[in-house]
């Protein structure tokens, strides 16, 4: 069956996230090594910031405001409003961060592009995603943007149909398991996992290993070559 629709990830697909996540949340350790030990700490914003998906959903904001909870619940009140002033400060960062998009990312959408509809799908906050996407400079190679609350099955069904002919005719393709590949192959369409060194836990999930419309691919560049492999057997 022919791909005509290639949905990608941005965030740690097509350039660095997780890095910046990864280093705002040991400065926010350091700040409040006085109250609590980095483990529990690490538990407390991790169940904060999960429990606060509903309300603020994805993103820098969002995870901002939970730093702050986590603050104040784990300082029993006590954290002063410098400490606070700075972690506000260090959520402002993860919002400015430059974006610098992954080795060889440029590359493999101008090859992609010539061949497929390129549809941007990713989760969070508008308008960072949008700043982020202009800030890259790969903008011009997608046909479609769509910033969605959450990735379900339903999701990519509206929009594979939106933008081509359904599910059955598009791949999606990034890094999460979770958010990226599950949700994609329920709709009908493939799915390939483009693994990143750093994951959010919240993202992770097993392998559809023995799934056929599945694949993992070591690199953005492995896609052309899978989706005439997959357009070409009718695999599932």
Do not use: C
């Not at 990519?156 to 149909?161: G, K, L």
């Not at 799915?191 to 999930?205: G, M, S, T």
Request: a negative charge; hydrophobic letters at 45%; zero cysteines.
């Amino acid at each position: 069956m022919p791909i005509e629709v290639l949905g990608l990830d941005a965030d740690d697909t097509l350039w660095h996230n997780e890095t910046f996540y990864q280093s705002t949340r040991q400065r926010f350790n350091e700040l409040l090594a006085d109250f609590v030990d980095v483990e529990r700490l690490e538990a407390e914003i991790a169940a904060t910031e999960h429990r606060n998906l509903g309300l603020y959903g994805y993103g820098a904001k969002g995870f901002t405001l939970s730093m702050m909870e986590t603050a104040i619940q784990v300082s029993d009140g006590a954290i002063s409003s410098r400490a606070l002033s700075e972690i506000l400060a260090i959520g402002r960062e993860l919002m400015n961060h430059p974006v610098e998009p992954l080795p060889g990312v440029h590359e493999a959408l101008e090859a992609l592009s010539e061949q497929y509809r390129l549809v941007l799908i990713t989760k969070g906050d508008l308008f960072h995603q949008e700043s982020k996407l202009a800030a890259s400079g790969l903008g011009s190679f997608f046909s479609g943007i769509e910033i969605v609350s959450e990735k379900k099955a339903e999701t990519y069904t509206r929009i594979f149909s939106r933008h081509g002919a359904g599910p059955e005719h598009a791949a999606m393709a990034g890094n999460s398991v979770r958010s990226d590949v599950l949700p994609a192959l329920e709709a009908g369409s493939y799915a390939a996992l483009i693994p990143f060194h750093l994951v959010w836990a919240h993202e992770d999930a097993p392998l559809p290993t023995a799934h056929p419309r599945f694949a993992e691919l070591a690199a953005l560049a492995e896609l052309p070559r899978w989706l005439a492999d997959v357009s070409g057997n009718g695999a599932g």
